[in-house]
Nanobody, 114 residues
Framework: QVELVESGGGLVQPGGSLKLSCAASGSIFSINAMGWYRQAPGKQRELVAVITSGGGTNYPESVKGRFTISRDNAKNTVYLQMNSLKPEDTAVYYC????????WGQGTQVTVSS
């Protein structure tokens, strides 16, 4: 069973930046496409970034140009650099495979507010 541990969230002002990290246990990390997801209160969880096993990336229009996903397979870790943050980015952020197949971690809260 793979365990996912997200970290790096916090309170940031609009226009600010945060970098999230997600560490995964297990040796099968490198063969999977990984994604960052977020869930805002009262909304469904949505996928905001994907990185393939080969390093290709994809983003929805809502975060394109502001968010950057990366991975370090040696550390079984995936990152999400978030710049130019907006209040609508406020949510709990999670990582998982893309599409999702592992048990969700606890997530990390990101709050964008002045």
């Amino acid at each position: 069973q793979v365990e996912l541990v997200e970290s790096g969230g916090g309170l940031v002002q609009p226009g600010g930046s945060l970098k999230l990290s997600c560490a995964a246990s297990g040796s099968i990390f490198s063969i999977n496409a990984m994604g960052w997801y977020r869930q805002a209160p009262g909304k469904q969880r949505e996928l905001v970034a994907v990185i393939t096993s080969g390093g290709g990336t994809n983003y929805p229009e809502s975060v394109k140009g502001r968010f950057t996903i990366s991975r370090d397979n040696a550390k079984n870790t995936v990152y999400l650099q978030m710049n130019s943050l907006k209040p609508e980015d406020t949510a709990v952020y999670y990582c998982n495979t893309a599409p999702m197949k592992w048990v969700w971690g606890q997530g990390t809260q990101v709050t964008v507010s002045s």
